[in-house]
Protein backbone atom coordinates (compact mmCIF):
# COMPACT_ATOMS: atom_id res chain seq x y z
CA UNK A 1 0.00 0.00 0.00
CA UNK A 2 1.47 3.81 -0.90
CA UNK A 3 1.34 5.51 2.66
CA UNK A 4 3.66 8.48 3.80
CA UNK A 5 4.55 9.06 7.47
CA UNK A 6 5.73 12.16 8.77
CA UNK A 7 6.32 11.71 12.53
CA UNK A 8 6.71 14.70 14.12
CA UNK A 9 3.36 16.75 14.35
CA UNK A 10 5.42 19.91 15.34
CA UNK A 11 8.85 21.06 15.28
CA UNK A 12 10.14 23.79 16.98
CA UNK A 13 13.90 25.57 17.00
CA UNK A 14 15.80 28.48 17.43
CA UNK A 15 16.57 30.58 14.12
CA UNK A 16 19.84 29.29 13.14
CA UNK A 17 19.19 26.29 14.02
CA UNK A 18 19.71 23.12 11.66
CA UNK A 19 16.16 21.73 10.43
CA UNK A 20 15.33 18.06 9.62
CA UNK A 21 11.69 17.71 8.90
CA UNK A 22 11.56 13.82 8.49
CA UNK A 23 9.28 11.72 6.19
CA UNK A 24 9.10 7.79 5.47
CA UNK A 25 6.80 6.47 2.50
CA UNK A 26 5.95 2.76 1.56
CA UNK A 27 5.55 2.09 -2.40
CA UNK A 28 5.82 -1.07 -3.85
CA UNK A 29 7.89 0.45 -7.52
CA UNK A 30 9.31 3.85 -7.97
CA UNK A 31 7.68 6.94 -6.67
CA UNK A 32 7.92 10.44 -7.20
CA UNK A 33 8.29 12.05 -3.70
CA UNK A 34 8.03 15.96 -3.28
CA UNK A 35 7.85 17.91 -0.03
CA UNK A 36 4.97 21.24 -0.28
CA UNK A 37 4.54 23.65 2.02
CA UNK A 38 1.69 25.68 3.44
CA UNK A 39 2.28 29.18 4.96
CA UNK A 40 0.09 31.43 7.57
CA UNK A 41 -2.71 32.74 5.27
CA UNK A 42 -1.40 31.03 2.11
CA UNK A 43 -2.02 28.07 -0.41
CA UNK A 44 -0.52 25.06 -0.49
CA UNK A 45 2.44 24.89 -2.98
CA UNK A 46 5.16 23.01 -4.13
CA UNK A 47 8.56 23.51 -2.23
CA UNK A 48 11.03 21.16 -3.88
CA UNK A 49 10.97 17.55 -5.61
CA UNK A 50 13.27 14.74 -5.32
CA UNK A 51 13.61 14.37 -9.07
CA UNK A 52 14.87 17.96 -9.58
CA UNK A 53 17.98 17.24 -7.17
CA UNK A 54 17.30 21.41 -6.39
CA UNK A 55 17.55 23.48 -2.90
CA UNK A 56 14.95 26.09 -2.68
CA UNK A 57 14.76 28.35 0.03
CA UNK A 58 17.79 26.76 1.43
CA UNK A 59 15.99 23.49 1.33
CA UNK A 60 17.40 20.18 0.55
CA UNK A 61 15.47 16.93 0.09
CA UNK A 62 17.55 13.10 -0.53
CA UNK A 63 15.85 10.62 -1.66
CA UNK A 64 17.00 6.90 0.50
CA UNK A 65 15.50 4.08 -1.20
CA UNK A 66 17.16 1.64 1.03
CA UNK A 67 15.65 3.51 4.36
CA UNK A 68 12.36 4.66 1.81
CA UNK A 69 13.39 7.97 3.58
CA UNK A 70 13.23 11.81 2.13
CA UNK A 71 13.74 13.91 5.13
CA UNK A 72 14.12 17.31 4.47
CA UNK A 73 16.78 19.58 5.57
CA UNK A 74 18.45 23.13 5.73
CA UNK A 75 21.24 24.13 7.68
CA UNK A 76 19.86 27.20 9.26
CA UNK A 77 16.51 28.19 10.73
CA UNK A 78 14.84 31.39 9.52
CA UNK A 79 11.88 32.87 11.13
CA UNK A 80 9.71 32.93 7.85
CA UNK A 81 10.39 29.40 7.33
CA UNK A 82 7.46 28.46 9.89
CA UNK A 83 4.60 27.12 8.41
CA UNK A 84 2.89 23.54 7.60
CA UNK A 85 5.25 21.07 5.58
CA UNK A 86 3.71 18.18 3.90
CA UNK A 87 5.44 15.14 2.02
CA UNK A 88 3.74 13.51 -0.64
CA UNK A 89 4.67 10.54 -3.06
CA UNK A 90 3.37 9.88 -6.55
CA UNK A 91 3.12 6.63 -8.74
CA UNK A 92 5.50 7.25 -11.87
CA UNK A 93 2.50 5.78 -14.09
CA UNK A 94 -0.67 7.01 -12.02
CA UNK A 95 -2.34 9.93 -11.59
CA UNK A 96 -2.29 9.27 -7.57
CA UNK A 97 -1.29 11.84 -5.35
CA UNK A 98 -1.01 10.95 -1.20
CA UNK A 99 0.32 13.12 1.66
CA UNK A 100 1.36 12.47 4.89
CA UNK A 101 0.29 13.88 7.98
CA UNK A 102 2.34 17.30 7.79
CA UNK A 103 4.65 19.03 10.36
CA UNK A 104 4.24 22.54 11.70
CA UNK A 105 7.93 24.06 11.80
CA UNK A 106 8.17 26.62 14.12
CA UNK A 107 11.47 29.22 13.98
CA UNK A 108 11.56 31.20 17.16
CA UNK A 109 13.38 34.32 17.40
CA UNK B 1 -1.64 30.95 -17.20
CA UNK B 2 -3.57 28.19 -15.33
CA UNK B 3 -5.54 28.63 -12.63
CA UNK B 4 -7.80 27.12 -9.86
CA UNK B 5 -11.00 28.10 -8.95
CA UNK B 6 -13.24 26.45 -5.90
CA UNK B 7 -16.06 28.05 -4.23
CA UNK B 8 -17.84 28.54 -1.87
CA UNK B 9 -14.55 29.72 0.62
CA UNK B 10 -16.68 28.94 3.26
CA UNK B 11 -19.62 27.35 4.58
CA UNK B 12 -22.19 25.97 7.07
CA UNK B 13 -24.83 23.15 6.41
CA UNK B 14 -27.29 21.55 9.18
CA UNK B 15 -27.16 18.01 9.90
CA UNK B 16 -28.66 16.24 6.99
CA UNK B 17 -28.40 18.85 3.97
CA UNK B 18 -26.64 18.17 0.84
CA UNK B 19 -23.53 19.20 -0.23
CA UNK B 20 -21.99 21.01 -3.68
CA UNK B 21 -18.77 22.18 -4.07
CA UNK B 22 -17.25 23.13 -7.54
CA UNK B 23 -14.07 23.22 -8.54
CA UNK B 24 -13.03 24.55 -12.03
CA UNK B 25 -9.59 24.61 -13.65
CA UNK B 26 -8.70 26.78 -16.39
CA UNK B 27 -5.16 27.50 -18.53
CA UNK B 28 -4.91 23.43 -19.45
CA UNK B 29 -6.57 20.36 -20.87
CA UNK B 30 -7.26 16.74 -19.30
CA UNK B 31 -5.60 17.59 -16.27
CA UNK B 32 -5.82 15.30 -13.16
CA UNK B 33 -8.13 16.09 -10.51
CA UNK B 34 -8.07 16.06 -6.80
CA UNK B 35 -10.16 16.63 -3.63
CA UNK B 36 -8.04 16.16 0.20
CA UNK B 37 -9.53 17.02 3.62
CA UNK B 38 -6.80 18.58 5.56
CA UNK B 39 -8.01 17.97 9.64
CA UNK B 40 -5.70 18.13 12.13
CA UNK B 41 -3.94 15.45 13.31
CA UNK B 42 -4.69 13.61 10.13
CA UNK B 43 -3.10 15.81 7.51
CA UNK B 44 -4.17 16.11 4.36
CA UNK B 45 -6.00 12.95 3.18
CA UNK B 46 -7.25 11.82 -0.47
CA UNK B 47 -10.54 11.54 -0.70
CA UNK B 48 -11.10 11.23 -4.34
CA UNK B 49 -8.58 11.78 -7.82
CA UNK B 50 -9.92 11.47 -11.68
CA UNK B 51 -7.47 11.17 -14.33
CA UNK B 52 -10.44 12.10 -17.02
CA UNK B 53 -13.88 12.76 -17.31
CA UNK B 54 -16.16 9.75 -15.45
CA UNK B 55 -12.88 8.50 -14.41
CA UNK B 56 -13.33 8.72 -10.36
CA UNK B 57 -11.09 6.47 -7.94
CA UNK B 58 -12.51 7.30 -4.50
CA UNK B 59 -9.76 6.51 -2.06
CA UNK B 60 -12.32 6.30 1.16
CA UNK B 61 -14.93 5.35 2.15
CA UNK B 62 -17.77 7.77 3.05
CA UNK B 63 -20.47 10.04 2.97
CA UNK B 64 -19.06 11.52 0.22
CA UNK B 65 -19.10 11.06 -3.83
CA UNK B 66 -17.45 13.09 -6.63
CA UNK B 67 -17.93 13.91 -10.21
CA UNK B 68 -16.48 15.17 -13.57
CA UNK B 69 -18.79 16.29 -15.41
CA UNK B 70 -16.70 18.43 -17.88
CA UNK B 71 -12.70 18.17 -18.46
CA UNK B 72 -11.87 20.88 -15.94
CA UNK B 73 -14.71 20.65 -13.45
CA UNK B 74 -14.55 18.80 -10.63
CA UNK B 75 -17.37 18.42 -7.96
CA UNK B 76 -17.52 17.07 -4.39
CA UNK B 77 -21.22 16.26 -3.21
CA UNK B 78 -23.36 14.69 -0.30
CA UNK B 79 -27.07 13.98 -0.42
CA UNK B 80 -26.93 13.68 3.72
CA UNK B 81 -24.09 15.69 5.42
CA UNK B 82 -22.97 13.97 8.71
CA UNK B 83 -21.23 16.23 11.58
CA UNK B 84 -18.15 14.41 10.98
CA UNK B 85 -17.92 15.32 7.43
CA UNK B 86 -17.13 19.11 8.72
CA UNK B 87 -13.75 20.30 7.31
CA UNK B 88 -11.54 21.68 5.35
CA UNK B 89 -12.24 20.64 1.99
CA UNK B 90 -9.13 21.12 -1.13
CA UNK B 91 -9.34 20.61 -4.81
CA UNK B 92 -5.96 20.24 -6.57
CA UNK B 93 -4.97 19.72 -10.55
CA UNK B 94 -1.70 18.74 -11.53
CA UNK B 95 -0.85 17.27 -15.50
CA UNK B 96 -0.97 14.42 -16.45
CA UNK B 97 2.73 13.36 -17.27
CA UNK B 98 4.61 11.70 -14.09
CA UNK B 99 6.70 14.26 -11.29
CA UNK B 100 4.67 17.28 -11.96
CA UNK B 101 3.58 19.88 -9.75
CA UNK B 102 0.13 19.75 -7.76
CA UNK B 103 -1.68 23.50 -7.39
CA UNK B 104 -4.32 24.27 -5.05
CA UNK B 105 -7.64 25.71 -4.71
CA UNK B 106 -7.77 28.13 -1.96
CA UNK B 107 -10.00 25.08 0.06
CA UNK B 108 -13.29 25.62 1.28
CA UNK B 109 -14.56 25.62 5.32
CA UNK B 110 -17.39 23.22 5.86
CA UNK B 111 -19.11 23.48 9.45
CA UNK B 112 -21.68 20.80 9.52
CA UNK B 113 -23.98 21.77 12.48
Known amino acids: AQRVTQPEKLLSVFKGAPVELKCNYS??????LFWYVQYSRQRLQLLLR??SRESIKGFTADLNKGETSFHLKKPFAQEEDSAMYYCALSGRNTGKLIFGQGTTLQVKP | SQTIHQWPATLVQPVGSPLSLECTVE??????LYWYRQAAGRGLQLLFYSVGIGQISSEVPQNLSASRPQDRQFILSSKKLLLSDSGFYLCAWSELTANTEAFFGQGTRLTVV
Open chain 2, 27 to 32: GTSNPN
Open chain 1, 27 to 32: YSGSPE
Open chain 1, 50 to 51: HI
